[in-house]
């Protein structure tokens, strides 16, 4: 799949390169993302936008269909010296770039290219998730997001219930009367959506993922997912599956969680804040819905949500041209007007604090269709980031994603006993952290 | 007598060599070597520095449970998809050397499959296999709930094995063919007069016969389930659901390009090509001398 993938990748590099070949004056460089569907156009519309706005560069956006693999792609061209300028690489692919030494911090391209950027201006949340421990931002924050909670608003009305979901126990009360009025799907629930299951429902009520504040503390952390909250959610959530209250959606299912729900198939779902513009595309002719933060636990206090999304990094190994052109880029990115765009026509939050106001201020959250959007912020924002919402910063997080999505797994479809399945994920997490930190010996986090 | 050509001058034999030689080293010898390297060190991911691990790497990976389930995964994938396919190929040969009505179409529309690129084959057979809207559907609307390989590992993995065995029908079919032909047809004939019925010629007669041509097919077999299997399961369930479709080739990928860890994929990579090496070993040595009946 990946080899297609390049392939494909490849033939629009080469197709682009075609079209565009008058135009030899220009500095080209490339950008590689890991969306696909319709936020992918929509950066492609980005790009587009940009290249348009300038005549001196001209950047060539490639996409490589999610985040995994384009965090694989991007370490194989690196290797083979054809990386891209940019790459954008998600939250738990972090600490991955962190050590490995293969880029430029974006502090210091933006200075080197005499841009003045208010590093301050960013959400201290998401600054915090890709800055080194001294505050100093070494990837350029990007798609901002967090895990939400939507209904189908009709639904619930049906069965007398007005308003979002607050907490866990109205969900179930919900999922239980949606099925007796004979619903088949009350809970879209995507057995490999670790993101918005187990981090974001963990950084809600304050559980650690792993020791050392999260793997903030040194890269000698074990991970805690196997002792806290999270295990009785799982519980909680095969009960629900048993009873045919939550019911499993995936891409390997034949329709994912958020297919089934504007569809209006299933009529509760969690997924990202940036899916809300494309749900307000996709939903069905007539469909009601909304978003809500993630629902509690009765009796227990909200605290911020993690960052999700992803950040750009500048690679080592292209010329100063295109370094040139990467900050302006960058620069164009964070322009009011750009900034507002994105966030309007995605649902990806604005990632600075004169953004968000402006939005605000214009009026941009007070009304449909982006009513709900500041959800987000509230979220993120809920309280002061704690030692365990700040973020996650652990050492090939995907592959601890990995663990936890087949104990996930297990749970539901194996009848195997959550804390044994959540042991044996947390036994192989940590040796996955522990041949990460042989990998890099003697090293600090920066 | 044998006849021996001699070239006069040494470089010339070198020269010609050199295309294939150049083959290998570049496609074989070098990112074999690379391989064994990243086996007994710590490699980076973007690399940039790797340190000595020793026996590490190999100790670990025999030391997994989950590396040893699936060998064992992969011995059971191997020996199914071999046995399907060479039982399948062979009764169809067999059907085809008795020249029956339409015989000659058949030659050649059995070995089609052959020419299906594997993943091709597997996004199609993914499509019969959906358990909501393939072929397969119906049965769930009679039983709900009875087949669901993106949720029951057993399903899933028959699921590959089915693919992956038909895929190798034609080529199977071709050899078994080609040997049937090769028979003498008095064998048979003197066996029919004496009044052995087909399926009694078959047992008795024309498989001990063409007994090294199954040897030959089974080793065949045994590689391509082992590293042929890749491109199929990527397609079709990319190991899952919970790993229940992960055979060795397999996990190597999802270890190396997935999980980053380029040394422990190594090391398996290592193992798997022990492992083939140790099969066609056993080809050439033992199984082309010993099964002769001439």
Same mark, same amino acid.
């Given at each position: 799949?990946?080899?297609?993938?390049?392939?494909?990748?490849?033939?629009?590099? =080469?197709?682009?390169?075609?079209?565009?070949?008058?135009?030899?004056?220009?500095?080209?460089? $490339?950008?590689?993302?890991?969306?696909?569907?319709?936020?992918?156009?929509?950066?492609?519309?980005?790009?587009?936008?940009?290249?348009?706005?300038?005549?001196?560069? $001209?950047?060539?956006?490639?996409?490589?269909?999610?985040?995994?693999?384009?965090?694989?792609?991007?370490?194989?061209?690196?290797?083979?010296?054809?990386?891209?300028?940019?790459?954008?690489?998600?939250?738990?692919?972090?600490?991955?770039?962190?050590?490995? !030494?293969?880029?430029?911090?974006?502090?210091?391209?933006?200075?080197?290219?005499?841009?003045?950027?208010?590093?301050? +201006?960013?959400?201290?949340?998401?600054?915090?998730?890709?800055?080194?421990?001294?505050?100093?931002?070494?990837?350029?924050?990007?798609?901002?997001?967090?895990?939400?909670?939507?209904?189908?608003?009709?639904?619930?009305?049906?069965?007398?219930?007005?308003?979002?979901?607050?907490?866990?126990?109205?969900?179930?009360?919900?999922?239980? +009367?949606?099925?007796?009025?004979?619903?088949?799907?009350?809970?879209?629930?995507?057995?490999?959506?670790?993101?918005?299951?187990?981090?974001?429902?963990?950084?809600?009520?304050?559980?650690?993922?792993?020791?050392?504040?999260?793997?903030?503390?040194?890269?000698? @952390?074990?991970?805690?997912?196997?002792?806290?909250?999270?295990?009785?959610?799982?519980?909680?959530?095969?009960?629900?599956?048993?009873?045919?209250?939550?019911?499993?959606?995936?891409?390997?299912? !034949?329709?994912?969680?958020?297919?089934?729900?504007?569809?209006?198939?299933?009529?509760?779902?969690?997924?990202?804040?940036?899916?809300?513009?494309?749900?307000?595309?996709?939903?069905?002719?007539?469909?009601?819905?909304?978003?809500?933060?993630?629902?509690?636990? $009765?009796?227990?206090?909200?605290?911020?949500?993690?960052?999700?999304?992803?950040?750009?990094?500048?690679?080592?190994?292209?010329?100063?041209?295109?370094?040139?052109?990467?900050?302006?880029?960058?620069?164009?990115?964070?322009?009011p007007?750009?900034?507002e765009?994105?966030?309007?026509?995605?649902?990806?939050?604005p990632?600075t604090n004169t953004g968000f106001k402006a939005m605000t201020d214009k009026g941009f959250y007070s009304?449909?269709?982006y009513?709900?959007?500041e959800?987000?912020?509230?979220?993120?924002?809920?309280?002061?980031?704690?030692?365990?919402?700040?973020?996650?910063?652990?050492?090939?997080?995907? =592959?601890?994603?990995?663990?936890?999505?087949?104990?996930?797994?297990?749970?539901?479809?194996?009848?195997?006993?959550?804390?044994?399945?959540?042991?044996?994920? @947390? $036994?192989?997490?940590?040796?996955?952290?522990?041949?990460?930190? @042989?990998?890099?010996?003697?090293?600090?986090?920066? | 007598?044998?006849?021996?050509?001699?070239?006069?001058?040494?470089?010339?034999?070198?020269?010609?060599?050199?295309?294939?030689?150049?083959?290998?080293?570049?496609?074989?010898?070098?990112?074999?070597?690379?391989?064994?390297?990243?086996?007994?060190?710590?490699?980076?991911?973007?690399?940039?520095?790797?340190?000595?691990?020793?026996?590490?790497?190999?100790?670990?990976?025999?030391?997994?449970?989950?590396?040893?389930?699936?060998?064992?995964?992969?011995?059971?994938?191997?020996?199914?998809?071999?046995?399907?396919?060479?039982?399948?190929?062979?009764?169809?040969?067999?059907?085809?050397?008795?020249?029956?009505?339409?015989?000659?179409?058949?030659?050649?529309?059995?070995?089609?499959?052959?020419?299906?690129?594997?993943?091709?084959?597997?996004?199609?057979?993914?499509?019969?296999?959906?358990?909501?809207?393939?072929?397969?559907?119906?049965?769930?609307?009679?039983?709900?709930?009875?087949?669901?390989?993106?949720?029951?590992?057993?399903?899933?993995?028959?699921?590959?094995?089915?693919?992956?065995?038909?895929?190798?029908?034609?080529?199977?079919?071709?050899?078994?063919?080609?040997?049937?032909?090769?028979?003498?047809?008095?064998?048979?004939?003197?066996?029919?007069?004496?009044?052995?019925?087909?399926?009694?010629?078959?047992?008795?007669?024309?498989?001990?016969?063409?007994?090294?041509?199954?040897?030959?097919?089974?080793?065949?077999?045994?590689?391509?389930?082992?590293?042929?299997?890749?491109?199929?399961?990527?397609?079709?369930?990319?190991?899952?659901?919970?790993?229940?479709?992960?055979?060795?080739?397999?996990?190597?990928?999802?270890?190396?390009?997935?999980?980053?860890?380029?040394?422990?994929?190594?090391?398996?990579?290592?193992?798997?090509?022990?492992?083939?090496?140790?099969?066609?070993?056993?080809?050439?040595?033992?199984?082309?001398?010993?099964?002769?009946?001439?």
């Amino acid at each position: 799949m990946t080899r297609t993938k390049l392939l494909s990748a490849a033939t629009t590099i =080469a197709a682009l390169a075609l079209a565009t070949a008058p135009a030899m004056a220009q500095t080209k460089f $490339e950008f590689w993302y890991g969306l696909s569907g319709d936020l992918s156009e929509r950066i492609q519309e980005m790009c587009g936008t940009f290249n348009a706005s300038q005549a001196d560069y $001209e950047i060539v956006c490639v996409s490589q269909d999610n985040y995994e693999a384009n965090l694989q792609n991007t370490i194989a061209a690196f290797r083979a010296n054809k990386q891209p300028t940019v790459t954008q690489i998600s939250d738990g692919g972090t600490l991955d770039l962190m050590l490995s !030494g293969a880029y430029i911090p974006v502090r210091q391209l933006m200075e080197e290219n005499g841009y003045d950027i208010k590093w301050d +201006d960013y959400f201290s949340g998401i600054a915090s998730y890709y800055s080194t421990s001294a505050g100093e931002l070494l990837s350029m924050p990007f798609n901002s997001s967090t895990a939400m909670f939507y209904y189908n608003a009709d639904a619930l009305k049906a069965v007398g219930f007005e308003g979002a979901p607050q907490t866990w126990e109205q969900v179930e009360k919900i999922a239980r +009367d949606l099925k007796a009025a004979g619903y088949d799907c009350p809970v879209a629930f995507d057995p490999t959506g670790t993101w918005q299951w187990f981090e974001q429902f963990s950084a809600a009520h304050n559980q650690p993922i792993a020791s050392n504040g999260n793997g903030f503390g040194g890269l000698d @952390a074990v991970v805690e997912f196997n002792q806290g909250k999270f295990v009785d959610q799982l519980t909680w959530i095969k009960k629900m599956y048993d009873e045919g209250l939550f019911v499993a959606k995936s891409k390997a299912i !034949g329709e994912t969680a958020n297919d089934a729900f504007v569809n209006a198939k299933c009529q509760m779902s969690s997924s990202s804040i940036a899916d809300h513009g494309t749900f307000g595309k996709q939903a069905i002719e007539g469909m009601h819905w909304d978003v809500t933060m993630l629902p509690l636990w $009765e009796g227990t206090e909200r605290t911020n949500t993690l960052v999700g999304g992803a950040s750009l990094w500048t690679l080592k190994g292209s010329t100063a041209e295109q370094y040139k052109g990467a900050a302006a880029f960058y620069a164009f990115l964070a322009t009011p007007k750009q900034a507002e765009w994105w966030s309007t026509v995605t649902g990806y939050i604005p990632v600075t604090n004169t953004g968000f106001k402006a939005m605000t201020d214009k009026g941009f959250y007070s009304a449909a269709p982006y009513k709900g959007r500041e959800l987000a912020i509230q979220s993120l924002t809920a309280t002061p980031p704690t030692e365990y919402t700040r973020g996650v910063r652990l050492g090939n997080f995907g =592959a601890i994603r990995l663990e936890v999505a087949n104990a996930m797994q297990e749970v539901l479809f194996n009848n195997v006993p959550v804390q044994q399945a959540l042991d044996a994920a @947390a $036994e192989r997490s940590n040796a996955v952290l522990r041949k990460f930190e @042989a990998t890099y010996p003697g090293q600090a986090l920066p | 007598m044998e006849r021996r050509a001699f070239y006069q001058n040494p470089v010339l034999p070198w020269l010609l060599l050199a295309p294939q030689l150049l083959l290998v080293l570049v496609f074989f010898y070098w990112p074999t070597s690379q391989a064994l390297f990243w086996a007994f060190t710590l490699e980076q991911p973007w690399g940039g520095g790797n340190t000595w691990a020793g026996f590490n790497n190999f100790l670990y990976i025999f030391g997994d449970t989950r590396y040893w389930a699936t060998v064992a995964r992969s011995a059971f994938y191997a020996i199914a998809v071999s046995a399907i396919s060479m039982c399948l190929a062979l009764t169809l040969a067999m059907f085809v050397d008795r020249a029956l009505k339409g015989t000659r179409m058949f030659q050649s529309v059995f070995v089609w499959p052959y020419a299906i690129a594997a993943p091709a084959a597997g996004v199609a057979f993914r499509f019969i296999f959906a358990p909501e809207a393939g072929l397969i559907g119906a049965v769930n609307e009679m039983w709900p709930g009875i087949w669901n390989p993106a949720t029951n590992g057993f399903h899933a993995l028959g699921m590959v094995i089915v693919c992956h065995a038909w895929l190798g029908i034609g080529y199977n079919f071709i050899f078994f063919l080609a040997a049937l032909q090769m028979l003498p047809k008095s064998l048979s004939e003197a066996g029919a007069m004496d009044g052995a019925r087909p399926y009694r010629r078959m047992l008795d007669i024309q498989l001990p016969l063409i007994a090294p041509t199954v040897f030959f097919l089974l080793i065949m077999n045994l590689i391509s389930s082992f590293t042929d299997s890749f491109g199929l399961i990527d397609v079709m369930t990319e190991g899952g659901p919970i790993n229940a479709t992960e055979v060795m080739v397999y996990k190597l990928y999802v270890d190396g390009f997935k999980g980053l860890d380029y040394s422990g994929a190594a090391a398996q990579s290592i193992v798997l090509m022990l492992l083939v090496i140790a099969l066609t070993f056993v080809q050439f040595r033992w199984v082309e001398k010993r099964v002769h009946y001439n």
